[in-house]
């Protein structure tokens, strides 16, 4: 890969937004407004994609941005501004007071209390710039899709094939005494072939995803496993309709993640739009479930000494023995359900999904052997989860297993449940563990659900 050096003036830029964050911070104060907190943030971006051997699009981003909010006691307003000059600082201060001035009181509204503002920020890893050029990038592009396309002759076109590269810095203050930020960066290469031809075509993909560019697979290795993804998809056909042990692939099983953050949520929560209300303290998972949250491994795209808000982070055991131990929560979400925050705002953080049933040996070809017969799912479609039940209901496509072999593809199917029963039959997790954005899991075997088919 190109080698990565960086490419915006970091130390610089920390010093200059720092002032910037205190200059507005102290206009602020000097206009009446009871707490502030601001953020001064920079990024730049480059994004090239290929279809077909020519070079189809090149986007480039470089944006800048002020954000502040003020409270008049517990009405709050916010502004914003690319212009970071003297008078236009003044004039955003002058309009977010104008709307909290004229913003009814919300008793939940105002800064972190000052006690839970991050103190120390180590070294998270968190940036490595790329200096890839246009050209440099577009070869990579072309690198992965020839590579799908030479798999075999069956990779009759492709969705084409993209790299990314994303870098910025943000430096955030509040009138509580917290001053911190940091510069992070993300850098990815897909692709996306078409196999087939008329109605029997079928679509995959596949995609590398990292803050430091040397860790990103290799154009080849990425298109090669895209190409064979897709390929097994010809066989497809429907499956009749029953109730079936599911394996969730390892990077669809993120999803059954992300749908327990998103009904662990505190705003779900505060609103009794989420099945999991006053389900802390309590099992919803068999007791060999664990969830942990560490915001401290260095280069891990969840990670953060402190959250949105300045809070800081904390490793810390959300689901323990399968028991329910934490939420997600912001200042302003903790204090609508009378609790505490859990330095939250802004999402979670590197979330890894595990059991004590897991051997090093679970790879998923062993996750298969324990499906026995049934279906693996390996793409949803729709949504279909209403959070305030838990019903799950999406369209799938996968494989018919049986005795622990995959037999053949299987489309036009829905699987369907309730999240709450899903989680109490979770048999296994496997060791074939993936990491997307902020979760990590491997695939996820379910006792049972209904399939639709024919």
């Known amino acids: 890969m190109v080698k990565s050096s960086s490419s915006l003036p970091l130390a610089a830029n920390h010093a200059r937004f720092s002032e910037l964050v205190e200059q507005t911070l102290a206009y602020a104060r000097q206009i009446g407004a009871s707490d502030a907190a601001a953020e001064v943030s920079e990024s730049l971006g480059l994004s090239v994609s290929v279809r077909k051997n020519d070079i189809e699009t090149v986007e480039q981003t470089r944006d800048r941005s002020l954000d502040l909010t003020v409270y008049a006691g517990q009405s709050r307003g916010s502004a914003s501004t690319s212009d970071f000059s003297e008078a236009a600082l003044r004039q955003t201060v002058e309009a977010a007071w104008h709307i909290a001035r004229h913003t009814a009181a919300d008793p939940a509204a105002g800064l972190p209390d000052a006690d839970q503002l991050a103190t120390e920020f180590p070294d998270l890893d968190l940036h490595h710039a790329w200096s890839v050029s ?126 327990l953050t998103q009904a662990a949520n505190g705003g779900a929560l505060y609103r009794k739009a989420s099945f999991l209300l006053d389900a802390l303290g309590k099992p919803i998972f068999p007791d060999h479930i664990n969830l942990t949250e560490d915001p401290h491994i260095p280069g891990a ?137 902020t979760k990590t899991t491997g695939s996820i075997l379910i006792e049972e659900m209904a399939i639709a088919g024919i």
């Open 134 to 259: 246009t050209e440099e990038a577009a070869e990579l592009a072309l690198r992965a899709e020839r590579a799908a396309r030479e798999v075999d002759p069956r990779i009759t076109n492709t969705d084409g094939a993209t790299v990314g590269t994303y870098e910025g810095q943000f430096v955030m203050g509040n009138t509580r005494g917290f001053l911190g930020g940091y510069p992070y960066s993300r850098h990815s290469l897909s692709v996306a072939p078409i196999a087939g031809r008329g109605n029997g075509m079928q679509r995959d993909y596949w995609y590398t995803s990292e803050r430091d560019p040397a860790k990103l697979a290799s154009p080849e290795a990425i298109g090669r496993y895209a190409a064979e993804r897709t390929l097994s998809r010809l066989s497809a056909r429907r499956i009749r309709t029953g109730k079936f042990p599911v394996l969730f692939e390892a990077p669809l099983a993120l999803g059954l993640v992300g749908a």
């Open 301 to 437: 795209m969840g990670s953060s000494p402190f959250d949105d808000e300045g809070v800081r982070t904390r490793r810390r055991n959300v689901v323990s023995a399968g028991v329910l131990e934490g939420y997600f929560l912001s200042s302003y979400t903790a204090r609508k359900l009378g609790m505490a925050t859990t330095g939250n705002a802004g999402g979670s953080h590197n979330l890894v999904f595990s059991s004590t049933r897991t051997r090093r040996g679970d790879n998923f070809e062993a996750m298969l052997k324990k499906l026995g017969t049934g279906f693996l799912v390996t793409e949803l479609i729709g949504q279909g989860v209403n959070y305030v039940t838990g019903d799950y209901s999406r369209g799938a496509f996968g494989y018919w297993v049986e005795n622990g072999k995959i037999q053949h593809a299987v489309q036009e199917i829905t699987i369907a449940g309730n999240l709450a029963d899903m989680f109490k039959q979770i048999v296994a997790i496997g060791a074939d563990t993936i990491s997307r954005g």
